[in-house]
């Protein structure tokens, strides 16, 4: 029976990034993947990767795939194309079942699994998909520069997303489907308080409009029922995210979205010998840079777990 020093499941930029750092410190190591790249695979042009001036999400998936790969040698072992399915404790080693019916042994596990975007589900909003319509303002906003643009999303995510907005964009209107918002009170003044910033509550989405590309929106006042229609160039989604955490379900403790809570000093969960780093997580910001930084903070942390016992 082979068992492995370390366990990585997922392998978008926080798995990819741990994959490299357990190479490096010779970690006896099995990332486990259904593919590359993460959430921003789907992204037309990146601009925010440290680095690299701009990059589609095709090329950073390939990327980060080929320095894994080269990096790997006799410590890392990749295995693409499989779900992993359930983490399990026995005895202190940790089994991990996939989708082919496989079980794997490890002393520790790093869970880098992200999760996805909750898409819109209104009419023509899939056919507008990366043509005005994205669900990465840090991966997308800059393209939008001194156009109008519209939020759907009243949360924190969304307040922040508009934050990142106001930078270029000439304006932002934000969509909450409720009538009160659900950002921190905080957030939620300093950025109404742009002069370029407009929300307005109880407007429900009901349809992307465009020719080529998106020109606007139309919603539907929900107390007076009346329809609306908004003029913009550039519509960001943040309705929510769903963590991929349903193979840890009943072992971790989550929040009530499943995102799993971690200690942030160390990326460590409720169970010893299992860490987490990246969207599937609770950390409070979402960007491809703080996930990888993250990632190598939690295999600096194995590390010592395993050998300074």
């Known amino acids: 029976m082979v068992l492995y020093d370390l366990i990585i499941i997922g392998a978008g930029p926080a798995g990819a990034g ?15 993947t259904e593919s590359f790249g ?4 789907v992204s037309e042009e990146i601009q925010n990767w440290i680095g690299t001036k701009s990059t589609s999400g095709e090329e950073l998936a390939k990327n980060l795939k ?25 005895e202190n080693i940790f089994e991990v079942a996939t989708n082919k019916e496989e079980i794997f042994n490890t002393k520790t596990v790093l869970i880098t699994t992200g999760g996805s975007r909750k898409k819109l589900q209104v009419k023509n909003a899939d056919n507008y998909k990366n043509k005005g319509i994205t669900y990465c303002a840090s991966c997308d906003g800059p393209m939008f520069a001194d156009k109008d643009t519209i939020v759907i999303g009243g949360g924190n995510a969304g307040f922040e997303t508009s934050a ?11 969509l909450q489907h409720t009538d009160e918002f659900k950002a921190d009170p905080i957030t939620i003044k ?18 992307i409009l465009g020719d080529r590309f998106v020109t606007g929106l139309i919603y539907e006042d929900t107390m007076s029922h ?10 960001f989604v943040e309705i929510g995210l769903l ?9 971790l403790d989550m929040t009530s979205f499943k995102q799993i809570k971690i200690d942030h000093r160390n ?16 950390t409070l910001y979402h960007q491809n840079n703080i996930a990888v930084g993250d990632a190598i903070k939690a295999i600096e942390d194995i590390y010592m777990h395993l050998n300074a016992k």
Do not use: F
């Open 38 to 41: 993460g959430q921003s695979v």
């Open 18 to 32: 741990a994959g490299v750092y357990a190479a490096r410190k010779k970690l006896k190591t099995l990332l486990i």
């Open 226 to 235: 009346e329809k609306h229609e908004l003029k913009a160039e550039g519509i």
């Open 66 to 90: 080929e320095h894994v790969s080269a990096y790997a040698g006799d410590s890392v072992e990749i295995k693409e194309g499989t779900r992993v399915e359930k983490v399990s404790e026995k």
């Open 164 to 174: 990142q907005l106001l930078s270029y964009a000439k304006s932002v209107t934000l």
């Open 267 to 282: 990326q460590k969960t409720s169970v010893p010998g299992i860490w987490a780093a990246g969207d599937c997580t609770d």
């Open 190 to 207: 300093k950025v109404l308080s742009s002069p370029k910033m407009k929300a307005i509550l109880n407007a429900n989405t009901l349809e």
């Open 243 to 251: 963590p991929a955490t349903s193979m840890v379900d009943k072992l």
